[in-house]
């Protein structure tokens, strides 16, 4: 018969110091940024690549780019290829979305 050794390990959880004093650990993106626009249009994020990051919406069809500085995102249609680059500023100003997939 084989010998069997069974280890016992003890997990600690870290503790969580939250960045303001009120206890609450607040991840959202920053008010005046693309992330929180991007948010604010439904999009999620979906990848990075070191130079850029790309966000989603996947019920509309919409692929959003954007690169470290965060001073402007290109928007895409996945569908057609067609696409556009906003700066934030511009980005403020879109209520929605219209593609191929979805246009209300």
């Given at each position: 018969m084989a010998d069997?050794t069974?280890?016992t390990?003890t997990?600690?959880?870290?503790?969580?110091?939250?960045a303001?004093?009120?206890?609450?650990?607040?991840l959202?993106?920053p008010?005046?940024?693309?992330?929180?626009?991007?948010?604010r249009?439904?999009?999620?994020?979906s990848s990075?690549d070191?130079?850029?990051e790309?966000?989603?919406d996947y019920?509309?069809g919409?692929?959003?780019t954007?690169?470290d500085?965060?001073?402007?995102v290109?928007?895409t249609d996945v569908?057609?290829?067609?696409?556009?680059?906003?700066?934030?500023?511009?980005?403020k100003?879109v209520?929605?979305?219209?593609?191929?997939t979805?246009a209300d």
């Amino acid at each position: 018969m084989a010998d069997v050794t069974t280890e016992t390990t003890t997990d600690t959880a870290p503790t969580v110091t939250p960045a303001e004093p009120s206890g609450v650990l607040d991840l959202r993106p920053p008010k005046e940024s693309v992330r929180a626009e991007l948010c604010r249009l439904g999009l999620e994020f979906s990848s990075t690549d070191g130079t850029a990051e790309s966000w989603r919406d996947y019920q509309r069809g919409v692929l959003a780019t954007f690169d470290d500085s965060g001073a402007s995102v290109t928007l895409t249609d996945v569908k057609t290829n067609l696409g556009r680059t906003l700066t934030l500023e511009e980005l403020k100003a879109v209520t929605r979305i219209d593609t191929m997939t979805a246009a209300d």
